[in-house]
């Protein structure tokens, strides 16, 4: 008992911290997202920062000044750096990707430097071609960086998710194994519980049965008979011919008692050699129909070779007679009538040897 509460505090404790894991992996997973979010604006940004670059030297190129697209991409770089601008653009929190965004931003003010050379002294009189290529690698390089970025954090995540995964499933284990201890505890509960109840030997409701039926105080308020059997010379069946004999007795009176009495009704063995019947709505017809056939089918059974012999005394109350009587009031009046059926027997039998 203190083993299995140990056990049962242990994996307690154990689903208990579970559930605490679970709940900080999903707080972090909802930071990781949190973080994911916008990531995928910023590299589309960072990759049109690159290609609207060029496009913008081969405008200056050309002879086509277009200073809208120079502010354009100022603000784009200035919303990637800072979470500035007007396109609702996120900072990502990387060292290596900010270190090569600041590099891109350093280079396009020199970049810029170098268009209004070119729009003052021709771009044949400028570096601005090979300055435009290098700028393409950098930006080439921040939008690498961006993206091994989103995948490090779509990484955590995944990780996140096997975690948690792996958590419900240990707790899920852990439900099912609670479930199927309670299922066999409940089930040990039955078999205690019907242990303290069946004669083990008969199959029948014990003493303990008996007495739980008998104990209840209700008034009995339909028509319900008690019968009460004592089974004759099972000393002398002990005595004579073993015990393993009178266990035979035994079962066979109670084979014979289940065989006959209606199923729905009570037959329990009370003691040693006492058995109890309770029929419910019924009539004292009735009940002398059940103990006439019982009677035949002992008859039945005892004309059998090798059968040892069954007889017994039997007394029964109706509540019909008493409509205030309780089930212990009605399973007296029995066993009085009984006791008087066997004094009967006995007188009879000392006539007959007489």
């Excluded at 975690?163 to 309670?182: G, N, Y």
């Excluded at 242990?195 to 319900?224: M, Q, R, W, Y």
């Excluded at 037959?267 to 029929?279: H, L, M, Q």
Aim: glycine share 4%.
């Amino acid at each position: 008992m203190q083993t299995n509460k140990k056990n049962k505090n242990i994996i307690g404790i154990i689903q208990s911290f579970l559930i605490l894991i679970l709940v900080v992996l999903v707080i972090f997973m909802m930071i990781q997202i949190s973080r994911l979010q916008g990531t995928a604006r910023v590299i589309n940004y960072a990759g049109l920062v690159r290609g609207a670059t060029q496009r913008e030297v081969k405008l200056e190129i050309t002879g086509n000044e277009n200073d809208e697209l120079i502010k354009y991409l100022d603000d784009i770089l200035l919303g990637l750096r800072y979470q500035d601008g007007h396109y609702n653009l996120v900072k990502l929190n990387d060292e290596e990707y900010q270190g090569k965004l600041k590099i891109q931003s350093d280079y396009w003010d020199k970049l810029k430097t170098e268009i209004e050379a070119v729009r003052n002294k021709g771009y044949e009189n400028t570096d601005i071609v090979n300055m435009s290529e290098i700028y393409f690698t950098m930006a080439d390089e921040t939008v690498y960086a961006a993206e091994s970025y989103s995948e490090k954090i779509a990484i955590k995540i995944r990780t996140i998710e096997l975690l948690s995964a792996l958590d419900m499933l240990i707790l899920v284990i852990l439900v099912i194994m609670q479930t199927l201890k309670a299922m066999q505890m409940a089930m040990q509960n039955r078999l205690l519980e019907q242990k303290a109840f069946v004669d083990a030997h008969t199959g029948l409701p014990n003493k303990n049965a008996c007495n739980e039926l008998l104990n209840k105080k209700d008034i009995i308020t339909d028509s319900t008979a008690c019968i009460m059997f004592d089974l004759n010379n099972l000393k002398t069946v002990n005595d004579t011919m073993g015990h393993s004999a009178g266990d035979q007795l035994i079962m066979n009176f109670s084979k014979l008692l289940r065989s006959v009495i209606p199923e729905k009704d009570f037959v329990g063995r009370y003691g040693g050699d006492e058995f109890i019947a309770v029929i419910h709505h019924t009539s004292e017809a009735e009940i002398k129909e059940i103990l006439k056939s019982l009677y035949r089918e002992k008859d039945r059974l005892n004309s059998y070779e090798n059968q040892i012999p069954i007889d017994y005394a039997c007394g029964w109350a109706l509540s019909s007679d008493d409509m205030s009587c309780t089930m212990q009031m009605l399973l007296d009046d029995a066993d009085a009538y009984m006791y008087k059926n066997k004094q009967l027997c006995k007188k009879k039998e000392v006539y007959w040897q007489g």
